[in-house]
């Protein structure tokens, strides 16, 4: 039996040092390669005393690096290593080689034999690690003296250039012929930060001002969205912890204009967590607002959120494919954001990558087409149902709505459809996907 792997250690290292951050950083790799969600595993590397909320950035900055160039990691160490290292020194090698170059989310953040100094220290410093310091010193240092060579080797296999799966390269290929090489290179840039204003508090201008008067760059990229210039913590925004701002990307801030609440409508916002698009909804009306989430701890959040904004929606726990949770009452707006791969988020999630299987994307179609066909029957006739995902996948977007439309005579209104992911000086969004239905009185009455 492998003996099982230590990753709840706590190393005698300094809380500022590098060797920290890429010790617990090697720490969450080895278990996303196992299984686990990276904000999960990066929880687990957090609870260590020591860790400062500086140690948090540094450690989380590594393993989101590690995650968006790990394909090349791992082909870099098939390249140099005799035979396959233990697990958590392989995910040691994966958190100190994409800080030892310029990659595709930017310039090198530490001088390279400083990471290399710094790993072997962090080897040392774990019992799961400590035999193997000769090792991981001896292949970061050949890393040094022959990376153009080494890299044009591992470079010629799709793993290493792209750092996705093969599945998810070939199904890029297969939906986005001419796009695909962008698609898969935005998804391994880091994300901007953006923010949502909330205009019950302020308008865009006055907000552009406060954070130019903080000496934060920013630009206007949407209605209310405002993307910075260089990303900060979160509560160092300004007006981020009064409830001026929300963290929400821009392509979904296009959800709630979408979807046309006016004051006094009821409305139901399905799998709502973490609740950004709820909060959205009631910054722009006086709604009833249902926020459904099958996660009763993802749904502790939408309620975080709300309160930081000073707003109140009824949060129920339960599943959208069922209807135990229902009234009876009929809503008149539904705002439907289901179940999918993230594959359009994953700039933001880039372990999903690893996550994910070919199988998921019909797994989560199956879901979410009961999920749909199950929410039209709660909409009030003349009512609207918007359709979101977060895929960049056709059988979990476009080919969804259209089954979708037919099986329920949905009449299909103007929507953005598949966003794909981009970035530029006006635009820089994430890759999803809307749909909008309006479901007729005389179908309604005939159903």
């Not at 039996?1 to 300094?14: C, N, W």
């Not at 590397?45 to 950035?57: L, M, S």
């Not at 399905?270 to 959205?280: E, F, R």
Request: charged letters at 20%.
């Amino acid at each position: 039996m492998k003996p099982r792997l230590q990753t709840e250690f706590q190393a005698e290292l300094k809380s500022d040092s590098l060797a920290f951050a890429l010790l617990g950083a090697a720490t969450a790799v080895v278990q996303v390669r196992g299984g686990m969600a990276l904000p999960q595993a990066l929880a687990g590397a957090f609870a260590n005393p020591a860790t400062t909320p500086q140690a948090r950035g540094a450690i989380q900055d590594v393993a989101y690096r590690a995650m968006r160039q790990l394909g090349r990691s791992e082909a870099l160490v098939a390249a140099m290593a005799p035979k396959a290292p233990d697990p958590l020194v392989g995910a040691l090698l994966a958190a100190a080689l994409p800080l030892m170059g310029a990659g595709e989310d930017g310039p090198a953040p530490y001088e390279a034999f400083t990471v290399v100094d710094q790993a072997v220290t962090a080897a040392g410093a774990h019992p799961d690690t400590v035999r193997a310091k000769g090792m991981v010193n001896a292949l970061l240092r050949r890393f040094l003296r022959e990376r153009d060579t080494l890299l044009a080797e591992v470079l010629q296999q799709p793993l290493a250039r792209w750092n996705y799966p093969q599945w998810w390269i070939d199904a890029a290929i297969t939906a986005y012929p001419q796009e695909w090489e962008q698609v898969l290179t935005a998804g391994n840039m880091a994300p901007p930060l953006t923010l949502r204003v909330n205009t019950r508090k302020g308008s865009v201008e006055a907000y552009l001002e406060l954070l130019a008067q903080a000496g934060i760059g920013a630009r206007r990229i949407g209605p209310s969205a405002v993307r910075l210039d260089k990303p900060v913590g979160v509560h160092l925004v300004p007006g981020f912890d009064s409830g001026l701002v929300s963290v929400q990307d821009a392509a979904a801030q296009l959800a709630a204009n979408l979807l046309d609440v006016q004051d006094g409508m009821r409305v139901l916002d399905a799998c709502a967590a973490p609740g950004g698009k709820t909060g959205h909804i009631l910054e722009l009306a006086e709604a009833d607002v249902t926020a459904l989430d099958v996660d009763t701890q993802r749904l502790a959040r939408v309620r975080e959120n709300l309160d930081r904004l000073e707003l109140s929606a009824t949060l129920l726990a339960a599943g959208a494919q069922g209807s135990d949770w229902w009234d009876g009452e009929p809503f008149d707006r539904i705002l439907a954001d289901v179940p999918c791969t993230a594959s359009g988020i994953v700039r933001r999630h880039p372990d999903i990558r690893w996550l994910r299987r070919k199988g998921d994307t019909l797994q989560l179609a199956t879901l979410s087409a009961q999920i749909l066909d199950n929410l039209w029957q709660m909409l009030r006739p003349n009512g609207k149902l918007l359709f979101v995902t977060c895929s960049l996948w056709p059988q979990e977007s476009e080919a969804q709505a259209a089954a979708f439309a037919v099986r329920n005579r949905a009449t299909r209104l103007d929507a953005p459809g598949q966003l794909l992911p981009a970035g530029g000086a006006e635009q820089d969004h994430d890759g999803l996907f809307y749909a909008l239905f309006q479901k007729d009185a005389k179908d309604a009455k005939d159903a």
